[in-house]
């Protein structure tokens, strides 16, 4: 079975080695800004995440925290960090407190520094297929296909969840790729008859066990993004009997999720270029 298995734990290492290679050679260490508002704890243990392998590929990291703030006063701050050459990389990390706009404050972050990805700017540029730092976990995504070689162009694509965060991009970065892709959301009549037609399904849904074998293609690869914690055990969106019938499926947890973070610490250098 190991064979089938997409491993992103692995490629996120091999990465990882690369990029420290490529830091090392760099006149000046580069830094990477993380803003966080409130007390989520979530947010406490993804900042932290951030934080140790910024220090691990060597990078400067700052967690700029705030208790509370108002919506201005925080575009304010990140206008700063905008004009400050000192900053490579600026992160808002999410979700921020109800007070706060959040679109607002993401869109203030300079398309130059949006390691994230995530303002308008950016993603009207991945729309128009003009260089620009991706997504995260998309970017992951299209990492984990290349590393191996599979090959998009006029495949039959379908991308389950359409949000701005993984679906909506991996559409775009696809359809520039010469795929032919379906994306599907809740209000998809019939999901199965979309899956079940896919040589590459992708999903990002957030709901354990969505796709069952039943939905899937002889042969399919699938690629899970969804991470759900039941009892203290992480799931993906795919039901894990799906890879009897894949030929390659990544795994909940060692899939997409560590290409995520590295794909942010690629997009730290890639800013600071
Ligand atoms: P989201 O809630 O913003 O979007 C979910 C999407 O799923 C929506 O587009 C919605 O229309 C669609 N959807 C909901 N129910 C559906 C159904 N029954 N059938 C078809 N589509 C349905 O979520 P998100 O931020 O895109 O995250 C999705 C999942 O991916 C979550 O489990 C999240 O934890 C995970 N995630 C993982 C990583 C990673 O690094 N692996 C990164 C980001 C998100």
């Keep these: ?12 290492l091999e990465r990882k080695e690369l990029l420290k290679e490529k830091i090392a050679k760099l006149s000046s260490k580069l830094t990477l800004v993380v803003i966080s508002v409130g007390d989520n704890p979530a947010s406490k243990v993804y900042v932290g995440q951030k934080e140790k392998m910024a220090q ?4 400067n990291f700052k967690n700029l925290h705030f208790d509370v703030i ?20 600026i992160i808002v990390q999410l979700p921020l407190p109800s007070n706060i706009d959040k679109d607002k404050v993401l869109n203030s972050v300079s ?19 003009e260089h620009s730092l991706i997504p995260c976990t998309p970017k992951g995504v299209m ?28 559409f775009h970065l696809l359809l520039h790729r ?5 994306l599907c959301h809740s209000k998809t009549k019939d999901l199965k008859s979309y899956t079940r037609e896919a040589d590459i399904l992708i999903v990002a849904v957030g709901k354990k066990g969505l796709i069952t074998k039943d939905m899937v293609k002889d042969n399919a690869i699938i690629i899970d993004v969804g991470i759900n914690r039941v009892d203290g055990k992480l799931y993906g969106d795919v039901d894990a009997a799906c890879i009897d019938k894949a030929s390659l499926m990544t795994p909940v947890p060692g899939g997409v999720g560590p290409m995520t973070v590295i794909s942010l610490m690629e997009n730290v250098y890639e800013a600071g270029k």
Excluded: F, H
């Excluded at 691990?56 to 990078?59: A, C, D, L, R, S």
């Excluded at 398309?111 to 297929?129: E, P």
């Design 1 to 12: 079975m190991n064979e089938k298995i997409i491993d992103g734990k692995k490629i996120s």
């Design 56 to 59: 691990e590929v060597g990078y």
């Design 143 to 170: 990492t984990l296909l290349d590393s191996y070689k599979i090959d998009v162009i006029g495949k039959r694509i379908v991308i389950v969840g359409r949000s701005e965060l993984v679906g909506l991009p991996l």
């Design 111 to 129: 398309s130059l520094k949006d390691v994230d990805g995530l303002t308008n700017n950016s993603l009207l540029k991945l729309v128009k297929n």
């Design 70 to 89: 108002t919506t201005s006063d925080l575009i304010k701050e990140i206008e700063e960090l905008n004009k400050d050459s000192s900053i490579t990389g």
């Design 178 to 182: 010469n795929a032919t892709v379906t």
